[in-house]
């Protein structure tokens, strides 16, 4: 019993943060993309060809509407410059 009360305290406070992510809009390598990781994971994992094309968003749709309204949407061609 003591285990199952441990394990659902655990879920517990696991499942807010979770829950919550941050979204980014980018130019990656000369393509729009929408991604939960932050401005230097971003830099990391694609290298210097990557700057951010927006806000922070707290929603995957809010991210993926702003990519959408202002260049086209994810996978389109882009440019750092």
């Known amino acids: 019993m003591r285990l199952v009360f441990a394990a659902a305290a655990v879920a517990a406070v696991l499942v807010p943060a979770a829950a919550h992510a941050d979204y980014y809009v980018y130019c990656a390598n000369n393509r729009i993309e929408v991604d939960s990781r932050d401005p230097n994971q971003m830099r990391i994992a694609r ?30 061609p882009c440019s750092c410059r």
């Open 47 to 76: 290298g210097s060809g990557v700057c951010q094309m927006g806000p922070k968003f707290g929603f995957l749709s809010s991210a993926q509407d702003f990519a959408r309204n202002n260049f086209g949407g994810a996978g389109r």
